[in-house]
C-alpha cells in the first residue's frame, strides 16, 4: 500500500515537471516564431507599443474606452469618449 502511494506521488510531481516544461518551451516556441502583426517586446516580455491610449470611461453606460475611439464629442473644453454611436446619441440628448 505504502509502495502504491509512493508512486503514486512520483507520477503527479513528473506530470506537473513535464506540464511546466512543455509549457515554458511552447511560450518560447510562440516568442520566437512572432507573428509579423505583432508589436515589439520590450525586455521581460511585455509590450512595449501602447495600443489605444489612456482610458476614459463613457458617461453613459460606464465601458472604458481608448482615448483612440472614433466615437468622441467635444463640449466646451471637455472631451467625453463613448464606446459606442448610441451611447455618444443619448448623450447628446441630455449634456447640450
Same mark, same amino acid.
Given at each position: 500500500?505504502? +509502495?502504491?502511494?509512493?508512486?503514486?506521488?512520483?507520477?503527479?510531481? %513528473?506530470? /506537473?515537471? %513535464?506540464?511546466?516544461?512543455?509549457?515554458?518551451?511552447?511560450? /518560447?516556441?510562440?516568442?520566437? #516564431?512572432?507573428?509579423?502583426? @505583432?508589436?515589439? +517586446?520590450?525586455?521581460?516580455?511585455?509590450?512595449? @507599443?501602447?495600443?489605444?491610449?489612456?482610458?476614459?470611461?463613457?458617461? %453613459?453606460? =460606464?465601458?472604458? %474606452?481608448?482615448? /483612440?475611439? #472614433?466615437?468622441?464629442? +467635444?463640449? =466646451?473644453?471637455?472631451?467625453?469618449?463613448?464606446?459606442?454611436?448610441?451611447?455618444?446619441?443619448?448623450? #447628446?440628448?441630455? #449634456?447640450?
Amino acid at each position: 500500500m505504502f +509502495r502504491f502511494i509512493l508512486y503514486t506521488l512520483l507520477l503527479i510531481i %513528473v506530470i /506537473s515537471i %513535464v506540464k511546466s516544461v512543455i509549457g515554458v518551451v511552447m511560450k /518560447s516556441f510562440g516568442d520566437f #516564431a512572432g507573428r509579423p502583426d @505583432a508589436p515589439p +517586446r520590450a525586455k521581460g516580455g511585455k509590450s512595449s @507599443a501602447r495600443i489605444g491610449g489612456d482610458l476614459h470611461r463613457d458617461p %453613459v453606460c =460606464g465601458t472604458f %474606452v481608448a482615448e /483612440s475611439t #472614433a466615437f468622441q464629442r +467635444r463640449l =466646451g473644453a471637455q472631451t467625453f469618449y463613448y464606446c459606442s454611436d448610441a451611447c455618444r446619441e443619448k448623450h #447628446a440628448l441630455v #449634456a447640450k
